[in-house]
């Protein structure tokens, strides 16, 4: 633990990037779409629930096009978890004292925009919407951010990029984002991917048998099949990586299956002990 | 009608309780009840066949489906079969594993090929429908059902022990179970043959001591069953392995070797053949000598699908979300012969009343969720706004002084909504005024050494309350019913449960006219897909005057409860209106149902379906629906067609005046 924590940095927002290249595996189109959309600047929205790949992706495409850029490391990756607090300020930057002095700090978006890094705004529809439409001027032809408070305006890095996502599954989805601000981005979907990616996912990120992955993907297949049936959401590849990676521990799949799946994704005490005897369709009572 | 064989003699105990349709008085400590386990039965078989599966009494499966011959019973696609109670053996967790079992094992007849979605097998709408007209073909259809499903079990036992490792382990102790059970004694050589073949199908060796007479047929039994069992085999397998031994079990029938004469009393079909047969000519009986004609050319149909469909692994061979007409759908058709009122069909469906006429008003038409092909069925149903008639208006005046107690707490209640609405907004950079508990925090943090935060401000706001409410009240045949026989409520007979709604209209009304909310009250009811019926009672912007009031008392139980159509229009008089926030109320006694709300009008799980979808299109369009019902089987359904947070069971009817104003504030907050 104490070497781990030796080994932990702190870095400015701009100097977070990818050394390695982050696990991805395409189920789609998407890398193809991100890069021509990287070409022609066009912003980007993710759609899709939670925990099917689309913090990874943004990852892995980070690393990829900064290797296409040229540069050793991937692209610089600026991400923000929006929130219903977060303000203009919180993301073009404000004045603060320092000794005596009043001092301009930069925002996360303000920062991306002048260094030219990946801006990922996650959970974009959690901000207040006087938030989100300071986006705009960056995500049509202008590509710049007004910086009201220095009343400026700062024109975006040739290699500023930006991208934001949300989950449509939530009820205020649909609602909250403004079609002013929908029609600058160009969409991709995501869903969790067929099960024999999934499983392959699984196997790697987790590191559990192959034959156990598989299991892991076919339980959460038939998980998913209960969404809408009492069921919000479906088990996330997340999730069942999790489990993964309780079984890889020694815990027995049945109860990593109740653990990070069962428990985690309903409080109903019958749809626990639907999903349970479905776990205990596809998992031996112990191995 | 036949009788059900008796099964060899130690099962019989076991045979008995599954097949009993009663959970009589002897229930032991290890039982376990299909209502306990029900919903999470009916949550795994949705599970693992992605499809919903209404559950039926095993007692009530067709012969063909189930009998005490079987191993494991079969399921038609939509309905799953289990026994209203095990106790048989002697720990809790095992009865409850026969549970498991069975619905695993009908559930996995979607993945493992058996049934398949409409229109995906030689325009077979029905799930099992190949399978029905393939067994038709046959000369001794109910001969050829038992063994077909005893060959097509031992291959989808041999599908689930290769793809769910639980299932392996459940089916290994079941059989195990079982044949330690069977030590011979049937009532004939041919029911030991049956017998025999379906655990040669599940693997089991059947020794030749417990099966001594039916050694010919059995050999060519486990010889038949590699090919079922192999890898990747196929429904047409199954198929195939059925035409060759059926020759050998009827020349052991016709032998009169014993136990055998249920599968050959005259023409008698079970309800499942007879209905397939009633409904498409299938001609005489086929020759499966060699391969019939009709079966090489009925085989090969299915061979050349099933190619198709591996071929097309992986690709979506679900829904493709494009709409359907009526011509489209022949099971429908069906149900329009009901309508026109001819006969009734072999099924035991109701014959469709035709004596109600077409009511008058404007008319619309909606579609229609169809979850079985997961379709929408294009302006499948015809709704008509039916002007609702004028009672006398003093028996609402009635029932205000007489809740005038409640209605004088519901507005005491709506007075506070409505301070509610002025909101203070904080964390701002500029504001009306300073937040001190901002500002304390900005103070200690500049202490600290730490960036403070410029978040110092707040200011007040009047929330705008813009809102708009519908709601909706189901005005079907069956809340003609005396309260005393809903919710356990015992109180006075003579009131029904149209009187406690029309209550719980009336307090809502008087508290929502003094809130200010736009609202508006409709009724809705109907005889089939062509008669929806909905009621203005108050229109948005009409006063809560004595034509209002006369409308709600002449308000009365009327026939059907089509819910997917009545909230469809809801939705669309919602969309009408400019508020922000919208709501709809809807306010039930039980199912959604109709005579042909779904082809077969014994299940409940279209009409669920197609409010379930309702529901969520509304939903997408922004309106806020909740479900309020007095029956309190709405535990088991609501749950599955209403967000966790859409729906409320009012146990005790009477209470509904008063659930009704408390649920619509929690909307409304």
Redesign the interface.
């Known amino acids: 633990m104490a070497s781990q924590e030796s080994e932990q940095r702190e870095l400015l927002f701009e100097e977070y990037f990818f050394e390695e290249e982050p696990y991805y595996l395409p189920v789609g189109d998407e890398v193809e779409i991100f890069e021509v959309a990287w070409k022609a600047r066009l912003p980007l929205l993710f759609k899709g629930p939670t925990g099917c790949g689309k913090t990874r992706f943004i990852e892995y495409m980070s690393w990829r096009l900064g290797r296409d850029a040229g540069r050793e490391t991937g692209m610089p990756l600026i991400t923000v978890a929006c929130h219903e607090d977060l303000t203009a300020s919180d993301l073009v930057g404000r004045y603060l004292l320092r000794g005596e002095e009043m001092v301009w700090v930069d925002g996360p978006l303000a920062i991306a925009v002048r260094k030219g890094a990946l801006c990922y705004l996650d959970e974009i529809v959690e901000a207040r919407k006087e938030t989100t439409v300071l986006i705009h001027p960056l995500a049509d032809h202008r590509r710049m951010l007004p910086m009201e408070r220095l009343g400026k305006v700062l024109e975006a890095h040739p290699y500023f990029f930006l991208v934001i996502s949300y989950n449509p599954g939530y009820q205020s989805a649909l609602k909250d984002l403004k079609h002013s601000t929908r029609q600058r981005f160009l969409a991709i979907d995501f869903d969790y991917p067929p099960p024999e990616r999934e499983a392959e996912i699984i196997a790697h990120e987790s590191g559990v048998a192959p034959q156990i992955a598989a299991e892991l993907a076919l339980f959460g297949s038939k998980v998913r099949n209960l969404v809408g049936h009492g069921l919000e959401e479906g088990a996330s590849t997340r999730l069942l990586i999790y489990a993964g990676q309780l079984i890889l521990e020694g815990i027995d799949p049945r109860r990593a299956c109740e653990i990070s799946v069962i428990s985690p994704v309903s409080d109903d005490a019958s749809m626990h002990a639907a999903i349970r005897d479905i776990s205990h369709s596809i998992f031996p009572s112990a191995r | 009608m036949p009788d059900i064989p008796a099964a060899p003699c130690s099962l019989t105990g076991l045979n008995r309780e599954l097949y009993s349709d009663v959970q009589g008085s002897d229930v032991g400590a290890q039982a376990v009840t299909l209502e306990e386990?029900r919903?999470?039965?009916?949550?795994?078989a949705?599970?693992?066949?992605?499809v919903?599966l209404e559950i039926q009494l095993l007692s009530e499966a067709s012969f063909t489906l189930a009998n005490p011959l079987r191993l494991c019973p079969s399921g038609d696609g939509r309905r799953l079969f289990l026994p209203a109670r095990v106790q048989f053996f002697q720990e809790r967790e095992e009865n409850r594993r026969l549970y498991?079992l069975y619905?695993?094992f009908q559930a996995a007849q979607w993945e493992g090929g058996t049934l398949h979605r409409s229109g995906k097998r030689n325009g077979e709408s029905e799930p099992l429908g190949w399978t029905l007209k393939f067994l038709l073909g046959f000369s001794r259809p109910m001969l050829a059902a038992e063994v077909f499903f005893a060959v097509d079990a031992g291959r989808l036992g041999s599908f689930l022990r290769k793809?769910?490792?639980?299932?392996?382990?459940?089916l290994d102790w079941f059989y195990e179970c079982l044949f330690s059970l069977c030590g011979g004694d049937f009532t004939g050589a041919f029911t030991e043959a049956v017998f025999g073949l379906h655990a040669v199908m599940a693997g089991w060796p059947a020794p030749p001591a417990v099966f001594p007479d039916a050694g010919e047929v059995l050999a060519a039994a486990r010889a038949e069953s590699a090919t079922v069992a192999k890898p990747g085999a196929r429904l047409a397998d199954s198929a195939r392995v059925t035409t060759r031994l059926y020759p050998l079990f009827e020349r052991l029938l016709l032998a009169g070797s014993g136990g055998g004469g249920r599968y050959d009393a005259g023409n008698w079909l079970d309800p499942l053949l007879a209905k397939k047969q009633g409904g498409e000519t299938t001609g005489e009986p086929h020759s499966v000598e060699e391969g019939g004609d009709f079966f090489q050319e009925l085989l090969g149909d299915l061979e050349d699908l099933e190619n198709l469909e591996m071929f097309q692994a992986?690709e979506d061979l679900e829904a493709d979300g494009s709409f359907i007409t009526d011509t489209d759908l022949p099971k429908f058709a069906q149900a329009e012969e009901e309508a026109a009122g001819r006969e009734p069909r072999r099924d035991g469906r109701m014959k469709a009343r035709t004596d109600f006429p077409e009511p008058e008003g404007k008319s619309f038409r909606y579609q229609e969720w169809n979850y079985l092909d997961k379709r929408y069925l294009k302006d499948w149903v015809r709704l008509f706004e039916v002007e609702q008639g004028e009672g006398d208006a003093a028996l609402v005046d009635g029932i205000v002084a007489e809740r005038r107690e409640l209605i004088d707490e519901v507005r005491r209640q709506f007075r506070l909504l409505r301070a509610d609405s002025v909101a203070w907004r904080k964390?701002?950079?500029a504001g009306d005024e300073v937040d001190i508990w901002e500002l304390l925090n900005a103070l200690v943090d500049?202490k600290a050494g730490l960036?403070?935060s410029?978040?110092l401000f707040m200011e007040r706001r009047v929330r705008e309350r813009d809102i708009c409410a519908l709601i909706l009240l189901d005005m079907s045949a069956s809340t003609d019913t005396a309260v005393g026989g809903v919710g356990g409520d015992t109180g006075d007979p003579r009131r029904k449960v149209i009187d406690i709604a029309r209550e719980a209209l009336v307090v809502m009304a008087e508290a929502l006219e003094q809130l200010g909310d736009s609202y508006a009250l409709f009724g809705f009811s109907g005889y089939g897909r062509h008669n929806v019926e909905y009621y203005p009672i108050k229109f948005f912007g009409e006063s809560l005057n004595t034509t209002v009031k006369s409308r709600i008392a002449s308000v009365e139980p009327k026939k059907s409860t089509r819910m997917g159509p009545a909230i469809r229009h809801s939705v669309s008089l919602l969309e009408r209106r400019g508020a922000r926030e919208k709501l709809l109320v809807i306010i039930s006694d039980g199912y959604p149902q109709d005579f042909d709300y779904g082809d077969d009008r014994r299940s409940k799980e279209y009409g669920l379906q197609d409010t379930?979808a309702a529901l969520?299109e509304a939903?997408?369009r922004?309106i806020k629906s909740f479900c309020l019902t007095i029956d309190l089987a709405g535990y088991d359904y609501l749950?599955?067609i209403c967000?966790?947070s859409g729906y409320l069971v009012v146990e005790d009817i009477l209470d509904l005046p008063e659930e009704l104003p408390k649920i619509y504030k929690r909307l409304r907050a």
């Open positions: 386990v919903t999470s039965m009916a949550g795994m949705l599970g693992l066949a992605g919903p498991r619905t695993a793809r769910y490792g639980g299932l392996r382990e459940e992986g964390k701002l950079e500049r960036y403070p410029a978040k379930r969520r939903e997408a922004n749950k599955r967000r966790p």
